[in-house]
T-cell receptor, first 115, second 114 residues
Framework: DAMVIQNPRYQVTQFGKPVTLSCSQTLNHNVMYWYQQKSSQAPKLLFHYYDKDFNNEADTPDNFQSRRPNTSFCFLDIRSPGLGDAAMYLC??????????????FGPGTRLTVT | DQQVKQNSPSLSVQEGRISILNCDYTNSMFDYFLWYKKYPAEGPTFLISISSIKDKNEDGRFTVFLNKSAKHLSLHIVPSQPGDSAVYFCAASTANFGNEKLTFGTGTRLTIIP
């Protein structure tokens, strides 16, 4: 089945220790997103790639970086995780439909714990 | 500034009855709305959508109603089933530049009581 895969599902890192979360997709969608979601809050868009074009949200901290080496893979790098970065990180993909709309497909998420 | 609002954090409904989840938005530029369903430890899954040129879209047990003048939409689930217990997110988008981005509400946790 075509899908969005995130690894690992659970990640524990130490305060200040760099961590990388990965996402892959078999949907061949040209847009990939990274969201941060904290408990009882809306998913917050960090950045997205439209093909190779990187789009950073204005309020995304510099501590968060992303790489998309090819269509299928996208990585989220947190350079120096703080306690406030503990959250669920969701990867999503989309492509434009005939109606000009993007329906996003989400992976299962990676829950990050910072100790 | 929360442009998409789901004012009810939780809702409990008896099995077999109708579940109505509400969503309000403030940005009049939104012209496409989606509902996502999320189970614990899983990512959100797309449920149903509606374009602003319509006021109703139906898919099986799920119907979404849009009231543009009130900037309000609702998701109706009838009859409600135990498997519908999940968190439901409302999301909105534009059809113009930047249409690949969604703005999400904070979600409503629906619990179906057997």
């Amino acid at each position: 089945d075509a899908m969005v895969i995130q690894n690992p599902r659970y990640q524990v890192t130490q305060f200040g220790k760099p961590v990388t979360l990965s996402c892959s997709q078999t949907l061949n969608h040209n847009v990939m997103y990274w969201y941060q979601q904290k408990s009882s809050q809306a998913p917050k868009l960090l950045f997205h790639y439209y093909d190779k074009d990187f789009n950073n949200e204005a309020d995304t901290p510099d501590n968060f970086q992303s790489r998309r080496p090819n269509t299928s893979f996208c990585f989220l790098d947190i350079r120096s995780p703080g306690l406030g970065d503990a959250a669920m990180y969701l990867c999503a993909t989309s492509r434009v439909t005939s109606g000009g709309i993007h329906e996003q497909y989400f992976g299962p998420g990676t829950r990050l714990t910072v100790t | 500034d929360q442009q998409v609002k789901q004012n009810s954090p939780s809702l409990s409904v008896q099995e077999g009855r109708i579940s109505i989840l509400n969503c309000d938005y403030t940005n009049s530029m939104f012209d496409y709305f989606l509902w996502y369903k999320k189970y614990p430890a899983e990512g959100p899954t797309f449920l149903i959508s509606i374009s602003s040129i319509k006021d109703k879209n139906e898919d099986g047990r799920f119907t979404v109603f849009l009231n543009k003048s009130a900037k309000h939409l609702s998701l109706h689930i009838v009859p409600s089933q135990p498997g519908d217990s999940a968190v439901y997110f409302c999301a909105a988008s534009t059809a113009n530049f930047g249409n690949e981005k969604l703005t999400f509400g904070t979600g409503t946790r629906l619990t179906i009581i057997p």
